[in-house]
């Protein structure tokens, strides 16, 4: 369910992009991950806990890494 409501959200956003989009990874009521646009308008995985730990930053980082690397 939440697999089939992200893969819709990130295919509304890819025909019409909107440097306020955002979808949640993660269960709603935590909302700690999400994707959301980068500066240069690809997606990029964002963590939402405040403050985030140096492990939240670097898991971040990987994972954008890895989202850009699928996509090309």
Not at 24 to 49: E, I, Q
Request: glycine share 6%.
């Amino acid at each position: 369910m939440t697999a089939d409501i992200v893969q819709t959200s990130i295919e509304r956003y890819l025909r019409a992009p909107d440097a306020a989009w955002e979808v949640f990874l993660d269960n709603p009521s935590v909302a700690n991950w999400s994707l959301k646009p980068g500066a240069d308008g690809r997606l990029r995985v964002a963590c939402r806990r405040h403050p985030a730990t140096g492990a939240d930053l670097e898991r971040e980082r990987t994972l954008t890494t890895l989202l850009h690397q699928g996509g090309s």
